[in-house]
């Protein structure tokens, strides 16, 4: 039980470290996120948590995928792609829901 919580815990402190070090979200946001990734992983288990990081890196992804030629065409995220607590609880909120 005690090994299994390190485990989560290390996994979203890690991931939390990593989106704001990549600029992906600002301080509130990383704050969102683990908020969220603790609801979802300690609740829901691996498999939903699984599904809701799948769709950070994605959306990270596809935001900073060719971000200058979207800037060119003023089709680029505000703020150069970096997201905060409104958009990680927007986005990633209703996952949270059922569980």
């Keep these: 039980m005690l090994d299994e919580t ?7 402190v890690t991931l939390a470290v990593a989106t704001y070090v990549s600029h992906s979200l600002t301080f509130s946001g990383v704050l969102a996120s683990v908020l969220l990734g603790v609801i979802v992983l300690f609740l829901g288990g691996w498999d939903c948590f699984t599904i809701l ?3 950070l890196i994605l959306g990270v992804g596809f935001t900073k ?3 200058r030629d979207k800037e060119l065409d003023t089709l680029s995220q505000e703020k150069g ?3 905060s607590w409104v958009n990680v609880l927007a986005n990633g909120g209703p996952a949270a829901i059922p569980i």
């Design 81 to 83: 792609g970096v997201r």
């Design 65 to 67: 995928y060719r971000r």
């Design 53 to 55: 990081l799948a769709f």
């Design 6 to 12: 390190l485990v989560k815990t290390l996994v979203i």
